[in-house]
């Protein structure tokens, strides 16, 4: 079975601060790893993806993450926060090879609130 | 670029009716999903739909839930007898081809249809 936990409901950070957003995975195998952002009464939009080659994965707005294999995390980074990056994020994980389905399992979610 | 779209954007029912929400996939895609959110919370897997048929359903996807492609473009999600605990925000997904090894593409996501059910 393939599951996903981020620990934090929710992150503070101030404007122009880097922040961290984190997410462990379980799957049996190699994982595929997906990060989304929410925006309110919005649909979720990819941001990023690892399935293979560079840990660190660079994605949409100026977001990245690093696959740790031996940690089994993918925590999203940003170097320097805007307010506009306040939003929900969802991690994301696919097994490809027990995954009939081709389905993504998410996290809970966490809550970026970045202040001016 | 394209995108999945979803309609109704909002439905509200009552109790014991049936509900339908429909959904256009991306043209060329073929994997096809229908996700659910309660209250801005997790969001719970429901269903794949692949090749005209189901390839996996949770535990939430009883009885009470059917998936149709009806034709080349929608793909319909129906709630026979809503229930109270069926209120929440319905997405529907779809994502490109699965290759050798399972799908390397992310879902696209619509921007969902909330149901209310009094």
């Known amino acids: 079975a393939q599951s996903v936990a981020q620990p934090e409901d929710q992150v503070n950070v101030a404007e122009g601060n880097p922040l961290t957003v984190k997410c462990t995975y379980s799957?049996?195998?190699?994982?595929?790893l997906f990060w989304y952002v929410q925006y309110p009464n919005r649909g979720l939009q990819f941001l990023l993806k690892y399935i293979t080659g560079d840990n660190l994965v660079k994605g949409s707005y100026g977001f990245e993450a690093e696959f740790n294999k031996s940690q089994t995390s993918f925590h999203l980074k940003k170097p320097s926060a805007l307010v506009s990056d306040s939003a929900l994020y969802f991690c994301a994980v696919r097994d490809p090879y027990n995954n009939a389905g081709n389905m993504l399992t998410f996290g809970g979610g966490t809550r970026l609130m970045v202040k001016p | 670029e394209p995108e999945v779209t979803q309609t109704p954007s909002h439905q509200v029912t009552q109790m014991g009716q049936e509900v339908i929400l429909r959904c256009v996939p991306i043209s060329n895609h073929l994997y096809f999903y229908w996700y659910r959110q309660i209250l801005g919370q997790k969001v719970e897997f429901l269903v794949s739909?692949?090749?005209?048929?189901?390839?996996?359903k949770s535990e939430i996807f009883d009885d009470q839930f059917s998936v149709e492609r009806p034709d080349g473009s929608n793909f319909t999600l129906k709630i026979r007898s809503t229930k109270l605990e069926d209120s929440a925000m319905y997405f529907c997904?779809?994502?490109?081809?699965?290759?050798?090894?399972?799908?390397?593409?992310?879902?696209?996501f619509g921007e969902g249809s909330r149901l209310t059910v009094l």
């Open positions: 997904a779809s994502s490109e081809d699965r290759t050798s090894g399972g799908g390397t593409g992310e879902l696209f």
């Open positions: 739909f692949y090749n005209n048929e189901i390839s996996e």
């Open positions: 799957v049996s195998g190699n994982p595929y």
